[in-house]
C-alpha cells in the first residue's frame, strides 16, 4: 500500500518534473480513523490530482489486510486527462484506464484443433522402451 503511494507521487514528481515543476497543490487532504481506515486527496494547480481509501478487512480467521480504491489523473499529451482508477487488495493491483491496454477478446478454438486435444487426451503419450 505505501509502495503504490510512493510510486503514484513519483509519477505525479516526474511528469510535473517538465515546465510545470513549480505548480502548487491547491488541496491537500488526509484522514485517518483509529480502525485503521483513511482516506487522502491532492489536487495540483497544473491538474494533477489523486484520491484512494483504504480499508481494514479480514481475509482469513485471524488475518487482515488493507484494501485500498481510488483513482488518479493527469494531462496527458493532448491536453486531455488521462484517468486510472484502481484497486489493491490481497488480488493485486487491479488498474482501468482507457489508455491501458487490454488483452484481444478469446478467439474460438477451430474445431480441428479441439479434436486434435480430443484425441491427444484420449491417447496420452507413453514411452516404449
Known sequence: ?????VAACIVACVYAA??????????NEYE???EGN????YKTENG???ESTGVLKAVGKDEVAQEVSGSYSYPGPDGQPIEVTYLANENGFQARGAHLPTPPPAEAIPEYIQRAIEYIKAHPYTEKN
Open 38 to 41: 483513511y482516506k487522502a486527496f
Open 48 to 50: 494533477i490530482s489523486a
Open 1 to 5: 500500500m505505501k509502495s503504490f503511494i
Open 18 to 27: 517538465g515546465s510545470e515543476k513549480d505548480a502548487q497543490v491547491l488541496s
Open 32 to 34: 485517518r480513523t483509529d
